[in-house]
Structure formats: structure tokens, C-alpha cells
Nanobody, 116 residues
Framework: QVQLVESGGGLVQPGGSLRLSCAVS????????MSWYRQVPGKEREWVGH????????SYADFVKGRFTISRDMAKNMVNLQMISLKPEDTAVYYC?????????WGQGTQVTVSS
């Protein structure tokens, strides 16, 4: 059974940092393109970035470029999203997604709130 479980969300002050993790069971993260998305109420879910299954090539949305970093921990079968210099507009529920061919799996999300 495939399961993606995000963790690490919480409340952080502007300028602070958080590291989100996505623990995967049911497939190896190295075999899937793993992405992070985020969503705020009333808006569509938006792509934050991904790490390709072939190699470790990463790509990011312009609004997080230079502040967020995606990495894979193959030993723990997890994908991490390191976030620095957080802004209030980064407040959202963050989701991880795994894709390989026609297979797509989502986690349940973790809330990140950036506020003073």
C-alpha cells in the first residue's frame, strides 16, 4: 500500500526556517519524480518544485527559488523540503506528490504558517 506522510509544518516567524519531510512507503523515492505543492484556501494548488527520478535534478517555482531546497534521503525513503527566509505569503498547506508514468500519489499535507 502506497502512503505519503508529510511532517514538519508549524508556526514560524517571518525570516525563519522550516524543514518539511515526506515519508514514503510502497515505492522507492529514487524511482519517482517527487514534487512539493502548496495550497491556500480559495486558491488552486500550486507547484513549488520537484526532484526528478532520473538523477537529482531539481527545479523550483520562481517565488521560492533561492529559498527552498528539495532533497531525497534514500536511506529513509523520504523527500525533504528545506525552507529558509520564509515570508507570510508562504503560509499554506504543503503537499508532496510522487509520479512515475501514469501513477500519481499525494500526501495529506502539512500546514505551514508564517506569522509574527
Amino acid at each position: 500500500q502506497v502512503q505519503l506522510v508529510e511532517s514538519g509544518g508549524g508556526l514560524v516567524q517571518p525570516g525563519g526556517s522550516l524543514r518539511l519531510s515526506c515519508a514514503v512507503s510502497g515505492f522507492a523515492v529514487v524511482d519517482y519524480t517527487m514534487s512539493w505543492y502548496r495550497q491556500v484556501p480559495g486558491k488552486e494548488r500550486e507547484w513549488v518544485g520537484h526532484i526528478l527520478r532520473a538523477g537529482s535534478i531539481t527545479s523550483y517555482a520562481d517565488f521560492v527559488k533561492g529559498r527552498f531546497t528539495i532533497s531525497r534521503d534514500m536511506a529513509k525513503n523520504m523527500v525533504n523540503l528545506q525552507m529558509i527566509s520564509l515570508k507570510p505569503e508562504d503560509t499554506a498547506v504543503y503537499y508532496c506528490k510522487g509520479v512515475k508514468g501514469g501513477l500519481t500519489y499525494w500526501g495529506q499535507g502539512t500546514q505551514v504558517t508564517v506569522s509574527s
